[in-house]
């Protein structure tokens, strides 16, 4: 049993920047992948930023160069900086943990409304 929490999410204005995490308990593995992922009202859910075991990151095209992803192994806390924001981030945002078996977890979201 995994359980995911995220937190840090809020109301803020254009150009601004937030980080928000997730924290993990349960059954957490080193070798669990961790992302982000984010849903904009009336849109499918989409996909943020991952990282993996080892550290390796990688992301979305429209959010690499603004948004970085990171983990801390020790407090099973992941980790999303987000800079510059935009109105069209404004999303509900979920961690993600998936597991080579297959095994996957979400949290319940957290909301980012960014005004213009």
């Known amino acids: 049993q995994v359980q995911l929490v995220e937190s840090g999410g809020g109301l803020l204005q254009a150009g601004g920047s937030l980080r928000l995490s997730c924290a993990a308990s349960?059954?957490?593995?080193?070798?669990?992948?961790m992302g982000w992922y984010r849903q904009a009202p009336g849109k499918q859910r989409e996909w943020v930023a991952t990282?993996?075991?080892?550290?390796?990151?990688s992301y979305a095209d429209s959010m690499k160069e603004r948004f970085t992803i990171s983990r801390d192994n020790a407090k099973n806390t992941l980790y999303l900086q987000m800079n510059n924001l935009k109105p069209e981030d404004t999303a509900v945002y979920y961690c993600n943990l998936r597991r080579p078996s297959g095994f996957t977890s979400w949290g319940q979201g957290t909301q980012v409304p960014v005004s213009s």
């Open positions: 990282i993996n075991t080892s550290g390796s990151t």
């Open positions: 349960g059954n957490i593995f080193r070798q669990d992948t």
